[in-house]
C-alpha cells in the first residue's frame, strides 16, 4: 500500500452565465486538484494548500483528507473515453495504490511517514463530479460502481510525500469495508446490519445518527 501522488486546489468558477444547457451553467467548486511535489504538511482539518468551496457540506476533521485507489483511473478512462482521467480526477488528495473501497475499512488507522490518518466515511459522490466532467448523471455512475473513494481524520500532522507506505497500524471495524458501508448507506442492507452500522463509534457521528434516525423510522412504521 502506497501513496503515488498528492493533489490540491482551490476554489474556482466554471461555466457560462445564461448557458441553455444545465451542465455549463456558472458553480463554484474545488474539484479540479493538481499534483504537487516534494513535502506537504497534512493539518487536522486539510491538506497544505487545499481549500473546500462549500464548508456546509465538505471539509473539516472528519473530511479533512480524500482518498482515492489508482486502480480505478484505467476503468474510468475506458467507460468515459476521457484520456485526461487519472490522479485528481475525482477531487481526492491522495492517490493510493494497492488500496480499495473493498479492503479499506472504517476506523483503519494508518501510518503515512509522520501522518496518522483513520479512515471515518466514504465519499458521497456529488454532481459537482457530473458538471466538472461535462457527463449527466457521472456522479450516479459513480456511486453505482461503488468506486467513489474514502475519507480520512488526521490524528497526527505531518509532512507528507509520494512514495510513502500505508501502514496499516489498527483494523477495529473489520466488517465495515467501504464498500459494505457503501452498500448500507445507499439502503441495501437489512434492519440488522443498519443499526450494526449506526454502533460503529468510528463512523461520523453525522452519519451514524443518520442511521439511527433510520432505524426509529422504521420502528415506527411497524408500530
Not at 474556482?12 to 474545488?30: L, N, W
Not at 501522518?115 to 466532467?133: A, E, Y
Not at 457503501?182 to 463512523?203: P, Q, T, Y
Amino acid at each position: 500500500m502506497k501513496l503515488l501522488s498528492i493533489q490540491v486546489g482551490q476554489p474556482r468558477s466554471y461555466g457560462t452565465r445564461g448557458a441553455d444547457d444545465p451542465m455549463e451553467r456558472p458553480f463554484r467548486t474545488s474539484f479540479r486538484k493538481e499534483a504537487v511535489g516534494g513535502s506537504v504538511f497534512v493539518h487536522h482539518t486539510h491538506v497544505e494548500g487545499d481549500k473546500v468551496s462549500n464548508t456546509r457540506v465538505h471539509g473539516g476533521p472528519e473530511m479533512a483528507v480524500l482518498a482515492y485507489a489508482t486502480e480505478h483511473y484505467e476503468r474510468w478512462r475506458q467507460e468515459l473515453s476521457l484520456e485526461d482521467m487519472g490522479p485528481g480526477g475525482f477531487a481526492e488528495n491522495l492517490s493510493v495504490q494497492g488500496m480499495s473501497e473493498d479492503s479499506v475499512c472504517i476506523g483503519d488507522i494508518y501510518d503515512l511517514g509522520p501522518c496518522r490518518l483513520q479512515v471515518s466515511l466514504p465519499r458521497l459522490p456529488c454532481p459537482n463530479i457530473s458538471r466538472f466532467w461535462k457527463i449527466k448523471g457521472l456522479h450516479l455512475q459513480v456511486k453505482a460502481t461503488g468506486r467513489t473513494g474514502w475519507y480520512l481524520r488526521v490524528l497526527r500532522e505531518g509532512s507528507i510525500h509520494a512514495g510513502l507506505p500505508f501502514e496499516l497500524v489498527e483494523r477495529p471495524c473489520p466488517t465495515w469495508t467501504i464498500s459494505s458501508t457503501n452498500r448500507v448507506w445507499h439502503g441495501e442492507g437489512s434492519e440488522e446490519e443498519v443499526a450494526s452500522l449506526a454502533a460503529c463509534a468510528h463512523l461520523t457521528l453525522h452519519w451514524r445518527d443518520q442511521l439511527q434516525a433510520r432505524l426509529q423510522r422504521a420502528q415506527a412504521r411497524r408500530s
